[in-house]
């Protein structure tokens, strides 16, 4: 098997696994279905790792492989690179898929159905980083937006079929315009391949040139609203929340990454790609600030750890945008690249975990209301789970994200502060740092103290077992890669950029300063969690709760965001 038939593997594997559960769907025996099930999932989820493993030595070398779908001419076919970026990220999609899918089998939902879905979401999410055509790019977009309108509401909560509407009214929208404005890109290029459309952009002028920014404007914002970047977030608290638990994992750890950095490659096709970078990175450290002062107001668990998904990717996409924007030619770019990598990397493991443990514990305890919920330790051990994993991994989750070394939280959110060091992102983030401390105070003490009598134990052991083994899975993961973060950094730095001199390409190590800056923030995280408690500070928090949020202010929200980056752009 050639590279190429590998790289096509990677994507069409879990469309064929796709295809066995649903056959399954066909028997009559409910055996059957459910070996079809199984055949589907290990084909979609197993399989993959197959080719990933053997692409490993092309990646590692700083090789990377190109083409054209079905071997049509550039011009009129789909374009494709297999490289670095595409490696890892296709990495991060099937670890969390695959812990996801595992918890699914107990914490649901299950079947065939769902199944196949799943898998076409993950075939989709593989997809979209391969790819070099931008409208093969919108394909792979709507697929992925599809997909998670027809997951959300499998929860069968109150509100799921609301928030998956909400979020496909605004995504719809926003993807009309992305089509708008790819169409814009080839009425003046005469190409959708990326490399092609850069050569016919070189040396436009006049109305050509603002309508290819028209057009840049118009695709940014259209995948700005799936990464879900303020102010560009109104959908995904109520999906995040209301979705099932191993789909809020995906959501969370993987959908709202992978757009971010496919737009990578097409940021680069453009002269003015680098300033939509410098506007991204600032409306990311505002983001990690405002999200993380939401989180704390919220009472249902699930909203807090949603908020938080948001401020995470301000962290994300705070350096991503500045490494656009200053470009990977020194020392700083590479590093805030490879921490913006990494942090999604890290929040996907992290946050996937948080979302799989918390859901056990609201599942059993059935009470999702942080300030009334209590002693959910008892509660797991009520049902079955003599030994606490429930509570340990949760608290792992809780110290990844709080950046506690030498968990891997601590790692990315190292190198990315520290290349910012001076800024006003630096600071930013460095405030949102403290707020994630006190939040998840206040998260953890769903296990301990006050009085939970009277509350019915929801679920027993036997519904348990896989939701540990998804959990015990994100959970080592979380410990490893910030055991072994100087290998981990290391080796992320050589695989997204190969052509890199030696001396831009960096180590990781802990050191005294960072303990003693992770002993200030920690401090201060508490602190801020004393001052919830002050009555001001409470009324305050309910008017950021409670504040009026509806579908209208959604469009307006995007209108706003197309707005400014149209006029900081041609201004």
Request: charged share 10%; hydrophobic share 55%.
């Amino acid at each position: 098997m050639n590279h190429e038939d590998l790289v096509f593997a990677t994507v069409m594997l879990p469309l064929l696994g796709a295809a066995f559960a649903l056959f399954g769907k066909l028997t009559k025996r409910s055996t059957l279905t459910s070996w079809w099930n199984g055949v589907g999932s290990f084909v979609g989820l197993a399989l993959p790792w197959v080719p990933l493993i053997l692409l490993a030595p092309v990646v590692l070398q700083g090789q990377s492989i190109e083409g054209v779908v079905g071997n049509w001419y550039e011009q009129i076919g789909v374009a494709y690179t297999y490289d670095g970026l595409a490696w890892l990220i296709q990495i991060l999609g099937y670890t969390i898929g695959g812990a996801a899918w595992i918890y699914a089998l107990g914490g649901g939902p299950k079947g065939n159905t769902f199944t196949a879905i799943f898998l076409i979401q993950t075939g989709a999410l593989a997809a979209t980083i391969l790819t070099t055509d931008i409208f093969n790019l919108f394909v792979c977009l709507e697929v992925l937006g599809i997909t998670s309108y027809v997951l959300i509401p499998t929860s069968k909560k109150p509100g799921a079929s609301l928030a998956s509407f909400s979020y496909l009214m605004v995504s719809a929208t926003a993807m009309v315009l992305f089509l708008l404005g790819t169409y814009a890109l080839y009425r003046i290029t005469g190409s959708l391949a990326y490399d092609q459309i850069a050569q016919g952009l070189i040396g436009l002028d006049g109305h050509q040139h603002i309508v290819s920014l028209m057009a840049l404007v118009l695709i940014v914002s259209a995948i700005a609203i799936r990464v879900a970047v303020m102010p560009l977030y109104g959908w995904l608290p109520d999906a995040h929340a209301l979705a099932p638990h191993a789909v809020s994992a995906v959501l969370s750890g993987v959908l709202i990454k992978t757009p971010l950095f496919a737009l990578t490659r097409v940021l680069h096709v453009f002269p003015s790609g680098s300033e939509v970078g410098s506007l991204i990175s600032i409306a990311g450290a505002l983001t990690a600030v405002i999200a993380v002062i939401i989180a704390l107001s919220q009472e249902d668990v699930k909203q807090l750890l949603a908020y938080h998904s948001i401020s995470q990717i301000g962290y994300i996409t705070a350096a991503w945008g500045a490494a656009i924007s200053i470009g990977t030619t020194d020392t700083t770019g590479v590093a805030l690249m490879v921490g913006a990598y990494l942090h999604a990397l890290f929040h996907a493991l992290f946050k996937g975990l948080l979302f799989l443990s918390v859901g056990t514990t609201v599942d059993v305890c059935g009470n999702r209301n942080v300030y009334t919920l209590r002693r959910g330790a008892k509660a797991l051990r009520s049902a079955g789970e003599r030994f606490p994993i429930t509570i340990i991994t949760c608290i792992i989750g809780a110290l990844a994200i709080s950046a506690i070394a030498p968990l891997n939280g601590s790692v990315s959110k190292q190198i990315i502060t520290s290349a910012m060091k001076g800024s006003v992102h630096y600071y930013l983030l460095s405030a949102a740092a403290v707020g994630t401390i006190a939040s998840f105070i206040k998260l953890l003490r769903i296990f301990f103290g006050g009085s939970s009598e009277g509350e019915e134990i929801r679920i027993r052991v036997r519904h348990l077992r896989s939701r540990w083994i998804a959990q015990t899975i994100l959970a080592l993961l979380c410990i490893l890669t910030g055991i072994c973060a100087p290998q981990v950094v290391s080796y992320t730095a050589r695989i997204l950029f190969p052509q890199a001199s030696s001396a831009m390409l960096f180590t990781y190590s802990f050191s005294a300063d960072l303990m003693v800056k992770t002993g200030i923030t920690v401090a201060l995280g508490v602190l801020v969690y004393l001052m919830m408690h002050l009555r001001v500070v409470k009324h305050l928090l309910t008017l950021i709760r409670t504040r009026y949020r509806d579908f209208t202010g959604l469009f307006v929200s995007f209108s706003l965001a197309t707005a400014v980056l149209a006029l900081f752009l041609i201004l």
